[in-house]
């Protein structure tokens, strides 16, 4: 009828592969409407996972999927990126037109340049959430960014309706940038697990011993008391950080005190040293951010 709004095109999706990205993004992809008609999955976790997330795809070799798809949806590993996209390019099995979406947070498309040299219209379409193949990633993806990098404006419109779709935020990464952005989230996020983990370590260290009177045991499984102890505090550190800033730096290094820093170091250094120059490492950072005493930036770098 005129003046009614047309419904989004729906696109005939290929995916490859059916990791945990690819298979989140896939479902996603269904619940909109458009059609994930084949998927390519090599070890046997990636086919659980095609069944289980896109039960109506077909289980396909790379080329087959590729050569039927009006959106192309490449979620390998960054090292395979490159390969992959070279090993389609010469075998002439992706059509002129089609939209081919990377997952790569460090790539943007200039990775894609020898399916854009055949016609191909290339997308850089990168989650910025971490996947554990579990029913949480759909749910997780409606609260996640996207950095997406296109050649054009009308790349740029295809990248933004595609997430918008899915339930994302679309943010525009230029291409020279794709490094430092990812950089930025690794740094952000991965640093985060590692810096939780070593902190984990040093409470079990510090909880180990008889507790309280029907206290659970201090072990080294998930859930247990030092990440209980642990939770609140580290998510109200992360809270402080996102909504306040520079403002939510607290603790020894900020307030310059020196004593208790060392005190720190010479209490982890016995668990673990690797454990101890972390912490050394990353007091050095964010005495230097606090702009705290010189003492303290001297004890830590060791002089």
């Avoid at 950089?183 to 902190?199: E, I, K, P, R, Y």
């Amino acid at each position: 009828m005129p003046g009614c709004d047309l419904p989004p095109a729906r696109l005939t999706v290929g995916v490859i592969s059916a990791g945990r990205v690819g298979s989140a993004l896939g479902a996603a992809l269904e619940r909109t409407g458009h059609v994930v008609f084949g998927v390519c999955a090599v070890s046997d976790a990636s086919v659980r996972r095609a069944g289980t997330r896109l039960p109506d795809s077909k289980i396909l070799p790379a080329e087959e999927v590729a050569a039927h798809s009006e959106l192309l949806l490449l979620a390998v590993p960054d090292i395979e990126l490159a390969g992959l996209v070279r090993g389609l390019a010469c075998a002439g099995v992706v059509r002129p037109g089609t939209i081919v979406a990377h997952t790569s947070g460090a790539n943007g498309i200039g990775v894609l340049a020898p399916l854009t040299e055949i016609g191909a219209l290339p997308l850089a379409i990168h989650p910025a959430m971490t996947f554990t193949g579990h029913e949480e990633d759909l749910t997780r993806l409606g609260n996640a960014c996207f950095g997406i990098t296109a050649a054009d404006e009308v790349g740029y419109a295809i990248a933004q309706s595609l997430v918008i779709e899915m339930g994302g935020e679309p943010v525009r990464v230029p291409e020279e940038h794709r490094q430092l952005y990812h950089a930025a989230l690794v740094h952000g996020s991965g640093h985060l697990l590692t810096v939780v983990l070593d902190a984990l370590d040093a409470l079990r260290a510090a909880l180990a011993g008889p507790g309280l009177l029907g206290q659970q045991t201090v072990d080294d499984q998930p859930g247990g008391l030092a990440e209980r102890l642990l939770a609140p505090l580290a998510s109200a550190a992360l809270d402080n950080a996102l909504r306040r800033g520079q403002a939510g730096l607290t603790g020894p290094v900020a307030r310059g005190d020196a004593d208790a820093v060392a005190a720190h170091l010479a209490a982890l250094t016995p668990v673990d040293p690797r454990l101890a120059a972390g912490y050394r490492g990353l007091s050095l950072r964010t005495a230097e951010r606090a702009g705290t005493a010189p003492a303290v930036i001297e004890l830590l770098e060791g002089h």
